[in-house]
């Protein structure tokens, strides 16, 4: 098995499988229960410090009220900073001041395995079995688990999806690009025709971009890894060796970076919300995307929004694979190891994601949480905050997304390939070099951790 496919099934029996819990529908949430319980044995003169990431206080804030009118515990929000946040939970959690500690916090999903490693955050398997009836199933909840362990419920629905402006292209060109190609210009199935939609809808001589695409030192992985899985490559073998330098990935990378002079030319120096403001410009033909993006395209241009199509993220040529949408951020509601409240701070959790809270969540648009339980597509409130025609397909893509890359190390890990990826698109290195560098630093990263110990994190996420 050494060239094994990310394919969701095997990654949902994987992940199920591995439960402290066997899965079954827990059902919708009694929140009135969770009161009740909280009541019995906790109130006023108790307080719990939630550390939240920057841009989220609506979606943290509006529950937590609700929680302290209800049940006489205090609530103390702190903000993180959005990138940093799971460090300072790491380096705050090292420190003997217990003022600094937290008891609940809001990490990114894919960063609970080095929180788990380094002692920072508790597993809350004794719990989830006390008060299994209390947790609301997630669409996508494969990331709060590791190592067959329960760390934290899903609090937000982020899947990457392709945002496509057809609008831009004239009936003419329409029929010209039928009868160049033999096909119509519409939502392409493989990354090979999104391509060449992308080439022939560039003109910049009449301000017209083929895309945004993330070209940013920080970002390349995302697409990267995206062209690899449809093409059946996994970013590692059964024994953690890296594959990213094959032949084929090498030509996958040839053909991500020969865009690079059909996209808007500042996209190499572009951030997140520098990419959701330009691409709501409504110049470009195509972005990679999740709700963050089109909340702020709604916000600020809807007419844009009402011509855009969406989709997951493209197969491969052959259609082997349909297609390359992952699970990207989100983010989990996670237990400190050393609060003194962690049987509270898991109730408040089921709270939170229970179906009236979690829905009061993401109905605040300012916040960054995403839709993640069926009931929330039913919502006026979040139809008209990301209009049905995205919620449609963002549905499906969390339904069907793949996973990410839930390893410890996870971020040394994509840094060095982030660094690589942007090296050879900067021309600085050959693709093959700048491909064959990072696995050797992969390798490094995956000995200093503990290749036996990768290797069983593997397994578990992969099913085997």
């Not at 992985?221 to 062209?227: D, P, S, V, Y």
């Not at 006026?380 to 890359?405: C, G, R």
């Amino acid at each position: 098995m050494d060239n094994f496919k990310i394919k969701r099934r095997d990654f949902v029996c994987g992940a199920l499988s591995s439960l402290f819990i066997p899965p079954i529908s827990f059902g919708e949430t009694k929140k009135e229960e969770i009161i009740k319980i909280v009541k019995s044995k906790w109130g006023r003169g108790d307080t719990l410090k939630i550390l939240y990431p920057k841009g989220s206080l609506a979606n943290v804030k509006v529950v937590s009220n609700i929680f302290t009118e209800k049940t006489g515990v205090n609530v103390i929000l702190q903000e993180g900073v959005l990138d940093e946040i799971s460090s300072q939970l790491i380096v705050e959690n090292s420190l003997s001041d217990q003022s600094k500690n937290f008891d609940l916090a809001l990490p990114p999903t894919f960063s609970i395995p080095d929180l788990v490693e380094t002692k920072t955050i508790a597993s809350l398997d004794k719990y989830l079995k006390k008060y299994r009836k209390l947790k609301t199933s997630s669409i996508y909840e494969y990331g709060e688990t590791y190592k067959g362990h329960f760390y934290g419920p899903q609090t937000d629905g982020d899947v990457y999806l392709l945002f496509l402006n057809y609008s831009l292209v004239s009936a003419i060109n329409k029929k010209k690009y039928q009868d160049k190609f033999g096909v119509n210009l519409t939502t392409p199935k493989s990354w090979e025709e999104l391509d060449q939609q992308i080439r022939y809808i560039h003109n910049p001589d009449q301000n017209i971009f083929g895309g945004t695409l993330f070209r940013n030192k920080d970002y390349l992985t995302w697409e990267f890894i995206a062209r690899l899985r449809a093409k059946g490559i996994s970013l590692v073998d059964s024994e953690m060796n890296p594959l990213f330098a094959s032949e084929v990935a090498i030509q996958t990378l040839e053909e991500m970076i020969s865009l690079n002079n059909y996209l808007h030319p500042s996209v190499s120096k572009n951030g997140l919300f520098d990419n959701f403001k330009l691409f709501s410009e409504g110049n470009s033909f195509c972005n990679i995307g999740w709700g963050g993006t089109q909340k702020y395209i709604v916000s600020n241009n809807k007419k844009l929004a009402s011509q855009l199509k969406y989709s997951l993220l493209p197969g491969g040529e052959s259609q082997k694979i349909k297609h390359s949408s992952m699970f990207n951020w989100g983010w989990n509601y996670v237990v400190s190891r050393r609060t003194k409240f962690k049987e509270l701070a898991f109730l408040y959790a089921m709270f939170a994601t229970s179906v009236s809270m979690s829905l009061k969540s993401v109905e605040e648009a300012e916040g960054f949480f995403d839709p993640y339980l069926y009931s929330h597509y039913e919502s006026p409130k979040v139809k008209n905050t990301y209009m049905n025609s995205f919620l449609e397909i963002h549905k499906k893509a969390l339904k069907e997304s793949t996973s990410d890359f839930y390893m410890q190390g996870h971020g040394q890990y994509m840094a060095a390939l982030n660094s690589a990826l942007f090296s050879a698109s900067e021309k600085r290195l050959p693709f093959d070099v700048a491909l064959r560098k990072a696995g050797e630093k992969w390798q490094r990263i995956t000995n200093e951790i503990g290749r036996n110990s990768q290797i069983n994190q593997l397994k578990t996420i992969m099913g085997n």
